[in-house]
């Protein structure tokens, strides 16, 4: 990943605000810092935050990291008759 202007722009930013809410503290020389960036802002319950971290997706090698967080996944209700697995990602009807 290269690191330029506008990702150690954001990526302070975003430290700063993970720093705020979830005193949650973040160096940029850690190995894994945009890892945990990504993970905070999806924790996080405040908009500028969450789109803060999807920036940072964009311009990192991270886009999959970006996904919706699984509290706001809606997953099926299960009927009687039948279960509901996750299996990487994809929901099993048994």
Do not use: F, W
Request: aromatic share 2%.
């Amino acid at each position: 990943m290269e690191l330029n202007k506008e990702v150690l722009d954001c990526m302070k930013a975003l430290r700063r605000r993970l720093r705020e809410e979830q005193a949650v503290d973040i160096r940029l020389s850690q190995p894994d810092a945009v890892g945990a960036m990504l993970e905070g802002s999806l924790k996080s319950a405040d908009e500028e935050t969450r789109r803060l971290g999807l920036r940072l997706a964009e311009l990192s090698d991270h886009p999959q990291r970006a996904a919706t967080p699984l509290a706001d996944v809606e997953l099926p209700v299960v009927s009687a008759t039948g279960s509901v697995r996750i299996y990487r990602g994809q929901r099993i009807y048994a």
